[in-house]
C-alpha cells in the first residue's frame, strides 16, 4: 500500500515524515457530529462501546480499497473485543465509489463524511490512511499512517482496552 499525502487535499499539517511527529496519542478527540451515508448523524458521545477504531481514508485513494477485505475482518471482532470501527472519509462528500466497489456487500460499520474535512484538520492528520485507537476516555491511544494490517491493529485496540481495566 502507498502512502497518500493529504496535502493533496489542501489539509495542512506538518511535513516530516516521521510518524512520531504526529502528536496526537493522549490527545483528546474533538467533538465531531459526523454523517454517514445515509445522512444519518454519529457523535463519539453516543458510541458506548470502550474503544474506537477510526479509519481516515478517501474514496478517491486506491489504499482504501485494499483495506476493505481487512476491515471487513477487524469489523468481524468488535464484539469479542469491545471496539467499534468507523470509516471516516476526508473527501469531504458522499462518493459513489462504495457502491461501484462494494456493490451488493456494503460495510457493516459506519462509513461517515468530514464534511470540509474538518475533523482532518483539526486533528492535524497528514495522509490516509490513517487509523486512530480510541481509549473509553476518547483519548488517542494509537495512531497508525497507513494501514499496519489487522494484527497491529487488534494489538493497539488490547492494550487501549486493558489500559481501562487498571
Do not use: H
Not at 461517515?112 to 483539526?122: E, F, I, N
Amino acid at each position: 500500500m502507498k502512502w497518500v499525502p493529504i496535502a493533496l487535499l489542501g489539509l495542512a499539517g506538518p511535513t516530516v515524515a516521521d510518524e512520531a511527529a504526529l502528536p496526537l496519542v493522549g490527545r483528546a478527540l474533538p467533538q465531531a457530529e459526523l454523517f454517514d451515508l445515509q445522512g444519518q448523524r454519529l457523535r463519539w458521545r453516543d458510541m458506548r462501546e470502550p474503544v474506537l477504531v477510526l479509519n481516515f481514508f478517501a474514496f478517491w485513494c486506491d489504499t482504501w480499497l485494499a483495506e476493505l477485505p481487512q476491515l471487513r475482518e477487524l469489523a468481524g471482532e468488535q464484539q469479542a473485543l469491545g471496539f467499534r470501527l468507523v470509516s471516516v472519509s476526508v473527501d469531504g462528500k458522499w462518493s459513489d465509489q462504495l457502491e461501484v466497489v462494494c456493490g451488493e456487500n456494503p460495510p457493516s460499520w459506519p462509513v461517515l463524511v468530514d464534511r470540509g474535512s474538518r475533523l482532518s484538520r483539526q486533528l492535524g492528520l497528514r495522509r490516509v490512511p490513517t487509523v486512530l485507537v480510541v481509549n473509553r476516555e476518547r483519548r488517542i491511544a494509537a495512531v497508525f499512517e497507513a494501514y499496519p494490517g489487522n494484527p497491529k491493529v487488534l494489538a493497539a485496540i488490547r492494550a487501549a482496552g486493558s489500559a481501562e481495566e487498571d
